[in-house]
């Protein structure tokens, strides 16, 4: 038989060749500040566990005692049998953390994007999506089958001169941003793009994936951060980062979470979380307002990191939180750059096309709550000896 897929094959060659290719690194402790990847110890600056709550003890335990009571399944999908009361806890939870009418919370973040935005518009209407919006945004904008329209990165001007054009045509109009952007760690023009979108009269959708217990008081993301509450329609979080655990969520108006009760299809087809992930989930949002410290320690790793990097003459991009770019330019030196923090002791990936954009390859830092001023240090040493040793700084 011959090889229909070789195709495939060939393209890893491809990849492989030009330096691109990359292997999993295999997690083989607990995700922590400090960790263990292919048999080396190494300062973990890869993970988005910002404020080190997927060990934390008190999530650890909700989740052993959701297990015990309630077993490792939900048996089905939420809106046949599979809405455990935990789930439902967990909505009205986030709903009142996130001071909102309502919330649905959906397998993962990306499910929750593709499918809110495929959900809510047809073919007839219109998306203004920044350039950098998350895949899962983009995927549901495709899925929608609408009209895109994309603005240049974080330029509310240009999205309001779209949505002005947009004007005399037929259809509902969609306004969508991260909050914080996953590969430059910048903010999202809110106040901005939440006025053009009044003015407008477009939904405004906003992601915060990577706000959520980052940004706003105790982590309630940039519409907190912001002051924008009851400004923006429908807001996204995940439950993967800052949370620890897994899970997006959706928050807005009852209608809007009822409509996609109905209509968004991960929640439709795709079985619910175990009772573990709900019960762990909803112990984070205690430690959220319980542990304040977490949020601080996270600022204060950021600022001495990024200030520890620019010193030793790396570009960390237009970075305003912990997600810290260290630009590079090309994938290959991007990858290089990986290869040779892991073997001094670091873990932070190398990003290049088509993740970010050709020419824009980085290695990614993220800091967490938990990282040491010792382990900081030693990561900034990793960055300085294979910075040299690559040409990448004097
Ligand atoms: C990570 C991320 C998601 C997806 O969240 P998961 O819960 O991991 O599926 C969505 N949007 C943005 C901006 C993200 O960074």
Redesign the pocket.
């Known amino acids: 038989m011959s090889d229909r897929l070789s195709y495939l094959a060939d393209q890893i060659a491809a990849w492989k060749q030009a330096g691109t290719y990359q292997r999993l690194r295999v997690l083989e402790s607990e995700c922590a500040a400090g960790a263990r990847f292919d048999g080396r110890e190494v300062v973990n600056l890869a993970s ?1 566990n910002y404020l080190g709550l997927t060990s934390h003890p008190r999530l650890r335990e909700a989740a052993l005692e959701a297990t015990r009571r309630f077993g490792v399944g939900s048996g089905a999908v939420r809106t046949i049998s599979g809405t455990m009361r935990l789930h439902l806890q967990l909505e009205e939870r986030i709903a009142a953390f996130k001071q909102a009418p309502a919330c649905v919370v959906f397998q ?4 929750a ?1 593709s499918g809110t935005v495929a959900a809510i518009l047809t073919p007839d209407d219109h998306i203004v999506s920044d350039e950098l919006n ?1 895949a ?2 983009i995927d549901g904008c495709r899925l929608s089958k609408a009209k895109i329209h994309v603005f240049p990165h974080k330029d509310a001007r240009a999205a309001g001169a779209i949505l002005e054009e947009l004007q005399a045509q037929p259809g509902r109009k969609l306004l969508i941003s ?1 909050g914080v952007f ?1 590969m430059d760690g910048d903010i999202a023009p809110l106040p901005d793009l939440v006025r053009a979108a009044e003015r407008f009269g477009a939904v405004m959708m906003v ?1 915060d ?2 706000a959520s217990g980052v940004l706003g008081r105790a982590g309630r993301g940039t519409i907190d951060h912001f002051g924008l509450h009851g400004r923006v329609d429908i807001q ?1 979080g ?4 800052a949370i620890g655990v ?3 969520y959706v928050c807005g108006s009852r209608a809007l979470i009822e409509f996609l009760y109905h209509r968004a299809r991960p929640f439709l087809f795709s079985t619910s979380h175990p009772p573990a992930v709900a019960a762990a989930c909803l112990a984070a949002f205690d430690v959220l307002e319980s542990e304040p410290e977490r949020i601080e320690s996270l600022w204060n790793n950021t600022r001495y990191f990024k200030e520890g990097l620019g010193a030793l003459g790396f570009h960390t991009g237009l970075s305003e939180t912990p997600i810290i770019p260290v630009m590079v330019g090309e994938a290959r030196r991007a990858h290089e750059l990986s290869r040779a923090l892991f073997e001094e002791g670091v873990l932070a990936t190398g990003i290049g096309y088509p993740t970010v954009p050709e020419g824009k390859a980085r290695v990614r830092t993220i800091v967490t709550a938990t990282h040491t001023p010792e382990q900081l240090d030693r990561a900034l040493e990793a960055f300085s000896r294979a910075g040299k040793r690559l040409g990448i700084i004097d």
């Open positions: 988005n993962s973040g990306f499910a994007n998350h899962s945004i991260d996953s992601d994936a990577h996204v995940t439950l993967s980062k897994l899970g997006g």
